[in-house]
């Protein structure tokens, strides 16, 4: 495994998403920070659906990617930062269910680029449907630590 | 140029919009539907940013997503509707702006599948900086119209 | 997980496999065919290389697409055919080794659509090395068998 | 537009080509090379074909690869090289005619990722099907040129 190259990396990934607006926007939270994994989750709630009631495809790519991007941001050094450069996402079931976790992972960190993935589940009834799988690269911008 | 198949398609699109919450949630609006190409607008305000001010990577997708599924909509029958497969989108520079703009295209339509692309453009002062492109499949549900 | 819908399946795979000029032309086998999971092997040879001696990535993503697509006919009825809709490809490293396995596998079977993922792998010296990883959306063609 | 950063990139592009015994396996020529834009033909011939007699959608991607990330080499500087990062194909149509053409496109020039598209066309009877369309991600080695 990767060595950890910031011991405060679970901090910093926190002072990042907080300053997100668009996370508070549609009441997202960050409750796993792990070295090379997150996992983001957000309730179920009428101001993010879509016209059939589930949870919007938008908002559901959006906290895959975050998650996917926490998960490399939390690999890097403090000095770094993260962009995403691209991602690929499959939606493979309506997300119902009154709550949704989106779990990023790293699957190939590098210097330069890093390639992560993300599972999006719904929970409905104590029960877990992957409702999107995504694929996703991100770029390390060495030396430009965010702010 | 693919026939016409539905003369109202331009409000069952814009019935469709209004009725997802997470898009007024973001305060989306869709001042433009054409048979096989639509515009969602979204003006910057703050709590659609991210960490550094600029619009979060996942509005400008979820806006990309939209866009180009409603383009494919427009070109169904009124008995159809449509969910989307999958997508990937390129993110090609900060969406700094004052608006953004999301184009959605139909590339080629089928009975089964369309697949389609999305370009969304930042606005600052007078000039369109393409920030995200897109490429999207899209499925139709043959006999099942929205509600 | 899903029940055997064709208790041929492997038989009906390798046929296909059979008939597919490219693979032979680059000298590809499929050793492993079971319910959702396919494997296919290229030795290393100087036909296959790109211009710095390692395989090339085309022949990397011919492999993946094909070894996820027969994972995905691996469980469609004998009276269905199966299409390549899109695929996405990270390559993670050099193709560099005496041997490539692509492993597909089914992630979430469906009537209409199939979604995929495929590594691929190089062998050197007895060791793996993650070189590719693909996300794929696959195209049932019910009551349409190959010939 | 971008400035020519190296005046010779049709030489250094096409000697790249000429190394690709992979290209050479599967009769591919490379008849057009722009600044930001190349060319791949390949007949169709036997060795290539998949099961129902058409171009298999490997050689198919690995063409549209190639074009798109030798359009890409043409912008950079003689010191560099480029390397795919990822890519994403649709494919739109089977690969039916006497010739495939694969038309690769910078869409956004970086220091160190390029966006290119990819377009494959089937040439039959004189008429033009647009069969794949593809969105990648190259990234630039500077510094590094190809030996």
């Known amino acids: 495994m990767t060595p950890i190259s910031d011991p405060h990396f679970a901090e910093r990934v926190r ?5 997100q607006n668009a996370m508070h926007l549609v009441k997202a939270s960050l409750p796993v920070v792990e070295h090379g994994l997150t996992e ?3 309730p179920h709630w009428s101001g993010i659906e879509q016209q059939h009631g589930f949870v919007h495809g938008g908002v559901v790519g959006m906290i895959a990617d975050s998650a996917a991007g926490y998960a490399a941001m939390s690999m890097v050094p403090a000095s770094a930062s993260v962009l995403t450069v691209e991602y690929k996402m499959n939606l493979l079931a309506p ?3 009154e709550k949704l976790v989106a ?3 790293v699957v190939r960190p590098g210097r330069t680029l ?6 999006v589940f ?5 029960k877990e449907t992957l ?7 991100i ?3 060495q030396g430009k630590a965010e702010k």
Chains 1, 2, 3, 4 share one sequence.
């Open 15 to 19: 002072a990042s998403f907080d300053k």
């Open 40 to 42: 983001i989750h957000v």
């Open 95 to 97: 997300a119902d269910g």
């Open 103 to 105: 779990r990023g992972q």
């Open 114 to 119: 890093i390639v992560t993935k993300a599972e």
């Open 122 to 126: 719904a929970l409905k009834d104590g």
């Open 131 to 137: 409702c999107a799988l995504m694929q996703q690269t």
């Open 139 to 141: 770029m390390v911008m």
